[in-house]
């Protein structure tokens, strides 16, 4: 979007590229697709319109014939409504066409037009080198479809002879027609010969090789014509054998090309001649694009197909076929581009069948020579081998249910592709055989009807199977649960037993300690079992050696679990007598028996081996890719043989830093558990043990059981969970310290503030053009602790100039962004043409702000010498610049303005006198310092007029010359120059005035001639002298200031040396976009919300300075203005978008990747001279530069076109554009304005084939011509594209148009920054820095979020974000090696990535997360991912609690799908020990760990209840109490739960303090605090391990699009309800209810702060769940508002649903969506909500037992079951109630109405009798009937759960009106206990108040009026 804002600063390139067109979607673009061919005829009609109406109806008939033609029937979509349109139009314009036409007949009228356009339009833009490619294409298509037109006319006007210079003309069209075809990059066609990309060496030599065809036998059929002119080449005879469709060969022919040209340029040493490709560059692209392919072949055991020649030429050409076929393979291959090894599997047969062609093989069977299995017809391959494989992937892909199916029903991506790693992959032959395994699932379809009875076949899973369960998470990382059972088991050992550090190594204590091999030996068996249970439904693929292997595991495992144990109970002291009987060969001895020893040392064995490769990761390395047998046997029982995840090690110095980090970090927490949690447990439970009476106050069933173990078990439960869980604690702590201090040691933060910047300004031009600016010398990289530059200094000018480029292109861009003014862009630029006289630097004015004046007071008061005068003013280096600048800029001034001869020799006299007393020191003694200042006022005078240029203020200037030249003459100097006083009287005498001149011979020349360059000088002198302190503080704008600190800072990071624009890395971005917001209408603008706020009201007064500055760039005084004409409202219309999430944004950003290079190739190319007239004079072509090929403008045109392509891959461009959608104008409109944008997209169209219509879909790429978009690409697809999770599939169907060698995925929301492109260069030099073992293979980048400034929520998030994206993200690079890609700006591998499966996995449901699998897949293929954080991308998050709940929903959605993954199970497996742990505690492990603290709060809460009900926990007390038994009453009276909201803001406190200052981060932190960050926090932990949990149990995750608007409006309460009510609200009551009961049973906390104290914690997180959602909601407690809420809850839990009734309207239809996932859910997943709803039981369990009622009976006293019983006659009497209303309702109510009111009375008097005898003989009291409600609720609740549950059964029953009745009261209930509180706190005014302060901090921090945002900006407007 560089070209998007018009004329922002004072360029006119900018606005010269701004086109302005209506937003209406041109009709001719609404064309239904199956008449997409009559849209150019169409388009043409509408071009023409204007200039002949008649020929462009003619067109429009001739379409509608054409249209009528194509489908008669008018079936297809939208056709019958477009032909009536169309006839509508036709008859409308008939009759006034007519009366324009300027010819008597039709047929005339079209030939002389045709005649007209070819002579004057065609023929004068075909000027050979000079011509317009884009221009010329276009004209040549339009008079192409003009003849047919014209043919069709004649035809219709029956005239037999057409002129014959129409016949010349219309054959040259055709011949040219062909010649000049669309194209993306480079012109490869006859015409595109001399455009300047193809002038470049290396594209000759790619082209050149590319069409060198000699000894290519070709097929007669094929193309003849162009086979005679020898226009053919190496890929068009590919396309002839084997069948690819023209425009893949022309897409990858370009691909092709550009890859090679990009590796011969690169090559070191330089290639000779240059336009001959090196055989280095070729295999430098071979060996990376087949590294895949040969691993494979090696890996299954077979040759690979790439068989070379003997001849040198040949074997270049054989290189050049091989690569060619693999591309196009590649790039046809659809959705089968997801399994990398079934694209090996058709290269490797294709290659083999192209080596017999070129060989001249003949067929055994024939006798013929070799030709291709599946011939060479057009759309062969996609026909024949593309389509099936697809239709295999389609009918699994269907298995899958919309997402419901369960993971084990059918097979994903990953499935099919793993087909392909077994050698039995190539029994299905070439050509594939129909009845392979492979097409079991596709195969039944084609046999008709007979094969509806068999269920179809399933190819099967693979090596893995995603079942729904937890023990995933066991399975996966069984090595690190069976360290933390084991040290669990070893610290209770020497906690029980009393064993001290120093007593560990004694005889007794490791015999005692040794048990934990028994325990290890169960977990190998329940690892063992696990393998086989999960993976059994992928019993299909089993193959022999994976059984056997399992089956041994098992049975090895049982040996080990029997063999042990004996082994160890033998050896103990009461072991069974019998079994010392049996071994009786076993010698006696004290201590550990020595079976046992040995049975340990060979259990240990294979743990030696692996510790032994775990030290020597190279040794491991060799043996996982080694092929040899042994080896292979002996890892085949260690691991079972996969293509991926073998040699992933990392370099010895890596596993040394990981494994130390890990050390340290389980050290201290073993420490932390033992002392902190296990040892103080230890006393009390022996205690507790101990106690024998217990006084059970309900009915116990083992009232006679010793040791207290319920209660036991309810003290050790949290603990054991927070034993597994703070490990996350510890990594937060260790990875934030660690991360801090890496930090540090990279130069973060080390500019942070302007001061620092100023203080550090002189060593920017040398740090800019160490990293910035290529030099031929070779760089050492590493650290030091000084970073020191080469000053430039005044005499390198050409490097102070290239300094000034960069710099001022950077401010100008700030400028173009409003985040400053012109005033601050003046102060900010450097001269761009510096002047040859000054040596010195000219700094930006802001840093010399004041000098002058400052310096002019010193002077004047100074009493000294001269050289002290000068050393304090050298002192200040600006100073002394700003001086000397001065003195020099004001000569060059005089010298421009006094042009009289008498005149210029006075002032030369004074210069000379100065100077000459300035070097002889002397200058004070003979030059009064005070009258300075005075004559400073004149020159300020003086160059304020020059500034001006006013003609008619010439006579001021000469008195201002009279002035000063008189303070000099007369005040100042002390002693008279003789000289001066002699030119005097002579002036006198001539009776002329001096300056004064006469018209024939003026004294002064006012005004000057203004170039440019004067301009800027005079400008520039007047900041000087002017500007005071104020300029300090420029740039005033936060951004501006956040963006120019961290890019100054960055260079003096630690960054590789950039090298030459044609020398770097080519790179492509791609951006997948659906249909989000792409730039903001003006309705969107004006339209306000319920408060009467609009987005531009909104903006004005987030951004107020950007706002003023938008409108002194429009040179608008007052806001109406604006809106008064179309270029402003535009202009207005993106500067909405660009400070929202919409794409406009994004492409802008993206497109200064372009401008960064061509400046920077400007740079590179450059002559001095030029380099001294600035980049400017190029930026402005004049038109010759702009036609010629050869002019520098068209070279760096060419160079960045090499070297970047943008992508954005606009799924549904093509529906919008026919559906005349809006967003499509505005996506061709982004085109137009950045010619280099590319679209791709999805093109459906509906396509006759024997009189079926079907649908057939193309990927289609287009660009901007002449403000229309121009097709380029069209590849037909094998079906529909999105058959996975959305994103993936849109990222690979337009991954085959991007180019380069790195590719970087940018989202929809992102932004970019000119400062930060021009760094681009020296990221991809990453690729080739040594980074360990492997090269890099993904190079992550930070982002910065800029959604931060809306609202306290969207702070904390960006600030949460922020920390992950650096800090989080720098300590997974290094040291623990496990940083994956989490979505946004990491660049990859290009040719790494496509040919292994592409830069996201596809698989629906599994791969919800998909841009993370990425990360997996390429670690697990040998990849490497860096992290880089000396460049950063913009990135917008989520502002709205409701909008961050969503996205945080999604994440834990995705990651309870990748617990199931087969990738999370291999790197689980594959890490070593001590990676693994890293690899799990920053992906799932992080999650599982919310979920843990979850579980936490309700087994200590239950255990309390438990204690308390049961009586258990009064009698520990009594006996504490009696015994004084301290440490047991602490135990009791415990507090359990960690604070974590406070841990998520350490990691951002170090990062805050790294890059602001620890001082400022100190008080964002207590801002935070008060804001209430630790109640979002909280919030947020439930979100999360509500949604994990559920995943992982349920499934139904699903893609949630997050808002990504400006969210500053209320949420109602409904709509809160509905959200948060199942993840927060039920959860957060039933916290409460518990914290309740606790304090109404509990006997530990006799007084209310001890209980309060234990508590608190507790509360705050119920406070947190259930309120945060109205904390944090705008205007959340405000009355009128409050009111409306209440009103539209009711409406929607009364309203009743329905088929098609939405989940906002009814509550029915919500709460049938909220069980969703019980629908889908496997019997598991049903038993697990039934055992887990079981826990409300025990309320009613106890508390009955505790009601007076009960203790004053009989039964009671003996605390009987019965009671119990009883109990649940009050449910059947309240159930049977109900029933008996409703039933009444039913039969009564309507005709019988009066029966059903006598029935409720009834059944009133009954209860209510009920009551009163209870209350007068039972003795019921109030209080009874307060804890019956505890005790029934939940009871309810449980049944609830249960019904919902059985849903099946309950509906077969015909209770579900009944649960759904007595659910909606639960939901009532829910609701109005939420609403209550919320509601009386709205009665008080200040609390909405508080709350918008609270919220909007930021805001009023910045001087906002938030208040008048939300009160609606009516009121005040």
């Not at 077994?422 to 097409?439: A, K, N, Y």
């Not at 068999?454 to 690190?480: I, P, Y």
């Not at 006679?704 to 309810?714: H, T």
């Not at 919500?1710 to 889908?1720: M, N, R």
């Amino acid at each position: 979007m560089s070209n998007m804002d018009a004329g922002l600063t004072r360029r006119p390139s900018r606005s010269a590229a701004m086109t302005t067109f209506s937003t209406e979607v041109f009709d001719n673009e609404v064309v239904p697709s199956s008449l997409g061919s009559i849209a150019p005829i169409l388009r043409i009609a509408t071009e023409v319109e204007s200039e002949r109406p008649r020929v462009a109806y003619l067109c429009r008939f001739y379409a509608f014939e054409k249209a009528h033609r194509l489908d008669p029937s008018s079936s297809g979509r939208g056709v019958r409504q477009f032909k009536t349109s169309l006839l509508q139009r036709l008859e409308r314009d008939n009759a006034s066409s007519l009366a324009s036409r300027v010819k008597k007949t039709d047929a005339r009228e079209i030939q002389s037009y045709y005649q007209q356009y070819y002579e004057h339009y065609v023929r004068a833009l075909d000027q050979g080198e000079q011509a317009d490619r884009a221009q010329l294409g276009k004209a040549y298509q339009t008079a192409g479809v003009l003849f047919e037109v014209l043919c069709a006319v004649n035809k219709t006007e029956k005239v037999e002879e057409v002129a014959p210079e129409i016949i010349a003309a219309a054959r040259d069209v055709q011949e040219k027609k062909e010649i000049y075809s669309p194209y993306n990059i480079l012109p490869l066609d006859a015409a595109g010969a001399s455009q300047s990309i193809m002038q470049l060496e290396e594209v000759k030599a790619a082209v050149a090789a590319l069409w060198n065809t000699r000894g290519l036998n070709w097929p007669a059929s094929f193309e003849p014509q162009r086979q005679k002119s020898g226009d053919l080449d190496l890929l068009d005879w590919l396309r002839a054998m084997f069948g690819f469709q023209k425009d893949n060969v022309r897409n990858q022919r370009e691909h092709l090309i550009l890859l090679l040209a990009n590796s011969h340029i690169r090559l070191h040493p330089k290639p000779e001649p240059l336009n001959k490709l090196d055989e280095r560059a070729l295999d430098a692209v071979m060996s990376k694009l087949f590294k895949n392919y040969k691993t494979w072949c090696k890996f299954l055991g077979r040759k690979h197909s790439l068989r070379l020649p003997q001849g040198p030429q040949e074997i270049q050409q054989r290189k050049m076929l091989y690569m060619g076929l693999y591309l196009l393979i590649w790039g046809e291959a659809a959705n089968i581009r997801f399994m990398p090894e079934c694209l090996c599997y058709i290269f490797h047969n294709m290659a083999y069948e192209l080596h017999g062609l070129l060989a001249g093989n003949v067929s055994i069977v024939t006798g013929e020579n070799i030709k291709p299995s599946y011939g060479g017809d057009d759309e062969a391959f996609l026909r024949k081998v593309v389509t099936p494989i697809y239709r295999v992937i389609e009918t699994e892909a269907k298995k899958n249910k919309d997402g419901n199916a369960a993971n084990s029903d059918w097979c994903n991506y990953d499935d099919l592709n793993e087909y392909f790693w077994s050698s039995d992959c190539f029994s299905l032959g070439w050509p594939m055989r129909d009845d392979g395994d492979f097409f079991k699932s596709t195969r039944n379809k084609g046999q008709g009807r007979k094969a509806v009875q068999r269920k179809s076949g399933s190819t099967g899973k693979s090596n893995f199977v995603e079942m729904r369960s937890f023990w995933h998470l066991f399975r996966s990382f069984d090595r690190l649960w069976t360290f933390y059972i084991l040290a669990l088991q070893a610290m209770l050992i020497a906690g029980f037993q009393n064993i001290s550090p120093m007593e560990l190594f004694e005889i007794d204590s490791l015999y005692a300690l040794s048990s934990i091999f028994i325990t290890a030996a169960f977990l190998r068996l329940l690892q063992s079992l696990l393998d086989l249970i999960l993976n059994f439904p992928g019993y299909h693929r089993w193959r022999f050696s994976d059984v056997l292997r399992n089956v041994l595991k098992l049975i090895v495992s049982l040996v080990w679990v029997i063999v042990l144990p004996i082994c160890y109970v033998q050896s103990s002291n009461y072991s069974p007598v019998d079994v010392k009987g049996i071994l009786p060969f076993l010698p006696k001895q004290s201590g550990i028996p020595p079976l046992y020893l040995l049975a340990v040392a060979l259990y240990l064995l294979p743990n030696l081996l692996a510790a032994c490769l775990f030290l020597f990761p190279m040794l491991r390395r060799w043996i996982e890719n080694s092929d040899w047998h042994i080896i292979r046997l002996l890892l085949w029982w260690s691991q079972p043989r996969i293509y991926v995840g073998r040699g992933m090690h990392e370099s010895q110095f890596s596993l040394i830093k990981y494994t130390l980090f890990w050390v340290v970090l389980l050290c201290s927490k073993v420490a932390f558990s033992y002392y902190m949690q296990i040892k103080p447990l230890v006393k009390p439970t022996k205690d507790i043990m101990n106690i024998k009476r217990i006084k059970y106050t309900w009915h116990e069933f083992f009232p006679e059981g010793s040791g207290n173990y319920g209660a036991i078990f309810s003290l050790w439960l949290p603990m054991i969970l927070i034993y597994f869980m703070d490990s996350q604690i510890w990594y937060s702590i260790y990875s934030t310290l660690c991360g801090g201090v890496i930090g540090a040691f990279d130069r973060l933060g080390e500019i942070r503030t302007l001061g620092m910047l100023r203080s550090r300004f002189q060593s920017l031009p040398g740090a800019f053009n160490t990293y910035l600016v290529p030099s031929d010398k070779t760089p050492k990289r590493g650290f030091s602790f000084s970073k020191k530059f080469a000053e430039v200094t005044a005499s390198r000018r050409s490097e102070a100039a290239k300094f000034a480029q960069l710099w001022n292109e950077v401010i100008c861009s700030f400028r173009e962004e409003d985040l400053i003014s012109d005033r601050e862009m003046d102060l900010l630029l450097v001269p761009y043409t510096s002047d040859p006289s000054l040596k010195i630097i000219q700094w930006p004015p802001f840093l010399l702000a004041s000098k002058i004046p400052i310096a002019l007071d010193m002077a004047a008061q100074f009493r000294s010498r001269d050289s002290d005068l000068w050393k304090r003013i050298c002192a200040d280096e600006y100073m002394k610049c700003a001086v000397i600048e001065c003195y020099e800029t004001f000569k060059i001034v005089l010298n421009a303005l006094v042009v009289g001869e008498n005149e210029k020799r006075i002032i030369n006299i004074i210069i000379k006198e100065i100077e000459s007393n300035i070097s002889k020191n002397t200058f004070l003694a003979n030059f009064r310092m005070g009258p300075l200042p005075a004559l400073c006022k004149k020159v300020v005078e003086l160059v304020a007029i020059l500034k001006d240029a006013d003609p008619s203020k010439k006579d001021t200037v000469v008195l201002l010359l009279q002035d000063m030249l008189e303070v000099v003459t007369r005040d100042m100097m002390v002693n008279e120059i003789r000289e001066l006083v002699e030119l005097g009287h002579s002036n006198k005498e001539s009776g002329r005035q001096l300056f004064a001149g006469t018209d024939a011979r003026p004294a002064i020349m006012f005004p000057p001639v203004g170039t440019a360059q004067w301009e800027e000088q005079i400008r520039r002198f007047h900041l000087l002298l002017t500007v005071k302190e104020s300029a300090i503080d420029v740039p005033t704008n936060l951004e501006a200031r956040r963006r120019i600190t961290f890019f100054s800072n960055s260079l003096f990071m630690d960054m590789p040396r950039a090298p030459r624009v044609r020398k770097m890395l080519s790179f492509s971005v791609l951006t997948p976009y659906y249909s989000e917001e792409t730039v903001y209408s003006r309705a969107d603008l004006e339209l306000e919300n319920e408060d009467g706020v609009s987005i531009i009201y909104y903006l004005q007064k987030i951004f107020p300075d950007e706002w003023n500055n938008f409108m002194e760039r429009l040179n608008c005084k007052k806001e109406s203005e604006v809106w008064e004409n179309d270029e402003n409202i535009l202009q207005l219309r993106h500067w909405v978008s660009l400070r929202g999430q919409t794409l406009c944004r994004t492409v802008r950003g993206m497109m200064y990747y372009r401008r960064a290079l061509k400046l920077q190739a400007f740079l590179d190319m450059a002559s001095e001279t030029e380099i001294l007239e600035g980049y400017k004079a190029i930026t402005i072509p004049s038109e010759e530069e702009k036609k010629s090929q050869r002019s520098l403008y068209a070279q760096l045109e060419a160079v960045a076109d090499m070297k970047f392509t943008y992508v954005a891959t606009c799924q549904i461009y093509g529906n919008q554009k026919r559906n005349g959608d809006r967003r499509a104008t505005d996506i061709l409109n982004l085109m137009v304005n950045n010619p280099s944008l590319r679209v791709a997209y999805i093109d459906e169209v509906e396509e006759r084939e024997g009189g079926k219509v079907q649908k057939v879909y193309y990927s289609v790429l287009v660009k901007a011509v002449d403000n229309l978009d121009q097709e380029i690409y069209r590849i037909k697809l094998p079906g529909a594209v999105k058959l996975g999770e959305g994103k993936p599939e849109n990222q690979n169907h337009a991954v085959i148009f991007t180019r380069g060698e790195a590719l970087q995925a940018i989202d929809m929301n992102q932004d970019n920054y000119l400062e930060e492109a021009f760094k681009m260069r020296n990221l991809l030099e990453e690729f080739n820095e040594d980074h360990g073992v492997r090269p890099p293979t993904i190079l992550g980048v930070r982002e910065h979020i800029f959604t931060g400034s809306v609202s306290s929520l969207a702070w904390f998030m960006s600030n949460q974000e922020t920390s992950f994206v650096t800090i989080g993200q720098r300590v997974l690079a290094r040291p623990l090696k496990v940083r994956f890609h989490y979505g946004h700006p990491d660049v990859f591998d290009r040719i790494f990535h496509i040919t292994r499966g592409g830069m996201s996995k596809a698989s629906r449901n599994v791969n919800l997360s998909e841009d993370i699998f990425a990360g997996f897949n390429s670690v697990l293929r040998r990849g490497n991912v860096t992290h880089h954080e000396y460049i950063q991308v913009g990135k917008g998050r989520d502002v709205g609690l409701n909008q961050i709940s969503l996205f945080e929903a999604k994440v834990a959605c995705g990651n309870g799908e990748q617990t199931l993954s087969r990738d999370i199970y291999r790197l689980g497996h594959r890490f070593d020990f001590f990676r693994m742990m890293s690899f799990y505690f920053t992906t799932i492990g992080s999650y599982l760990s919310s979920l843990l603290i979850v579980f936490t709060v309700y087994a200590f809460l239950y255990g309390k209840l438990y204690l308390s009900l049961s009586g258990l926990e009064e009698s520990i007390v009594k006996f504490a109490e009696t015994r004084k038994d301290d440490p047991l009453k602490a135990v009791m009276a415990q507090q359990s739960l960690v604070q974590l909201g406070l841990l998520m803001t350490f990691p951002m406190f170090m990062e805050m303090g790294l890059e602001k200052g620890f001082r400022s981060a100190l008080g964002d932190l207590i801002i935070m605090q008060l804001q209430l960050a630790t109640i979002f926090f909280t919030f947020s932990l439930g979100t999360k391990a509500h949604y994990f949990g559920r995943t992982v149990l349920h499934g139904g995750a699903k893609y949630r699009a997050t808002g990504r608007g400006f969210v500053v409006r209320h949420e109602k309460f409904a709509e809160n309800y509905r959200m948060y009510s199942r993840s927060h609200f039920v959860k957060g009551l039933e916290i409460m209810i518990l914290l309740i009961c606790y304090s109404v049973y509990g006997k530990s906390t006799k007084n209310s702060t001890v209980f309060a104290v234990i508590t608190f914690s507790l509360w705050f997180l119920v406070i947190s769940w259930v309120f945060a959602p109205f904390l944090f909601n705008p205007s959340g407690f405000e009355w009128q508002k409050i009111v409306d809420d209440w009103d539209d809850w009711q409406k929607w839990i009364g309203s009743r649903g329905g088929i098609g009734v939405p989940a906002n309207k009814s509550w029915e239809s919500w709460w049938d969506e909220e069980q969703d996932h019980l629908k889908h859910t496997g019997i598991l997943g049903r038993v697990w909500e039934i055992i887990l709803s079981l826990r409300f039981f025990i309320y009613q369990y106890g508390i009955v037992y505790q009601l007076n009622l009960t203790k004053s009976s009989e039964a009671g006293e003996d605390l009987s079951i019965i009671v119990y019983g009883m109990s649940w006659l009050v449910i059947f009497a309240l159930m049977i109630i109900l029933k008996i209303v409703s039933l009444g309702r039913k039969k009564f109510s309507a005709d019988f109405q009066l029966m059903f009111r006598l029935l409720k009375l009834v059944l009133f008097l009954a209860f209510t009798v009920t009551l009163v005898l209870m209350f007068l003989f039972l003795n019921l009291k109030v209080g009874d009937l307060l804890q019956s409600l505890l005790a029934y609720l939940p009871t309810g609740w449980a049944l609830l759960q249960i019904a919902q549950a059985c849903r099946p059964i309950v509906k077969g029953l015909g209770m579900w009106g009944s649960v759904k009745a007595i659910a909606r009261g639960y939901e009532y209930l829910m609701g109005l206990v939420i609403f209550v509180p919320v509601g009386v706190l709205a009665w008080f005014p200040f609390v909405s108040e508080f709350q918008t302060r609270l919220l909007f901090n930021q805001a009023f921090s910045r001087g906002l009026q938030i208040q008048r945002i939300l009160a609606g900006g009516k009121k005040q407007n």
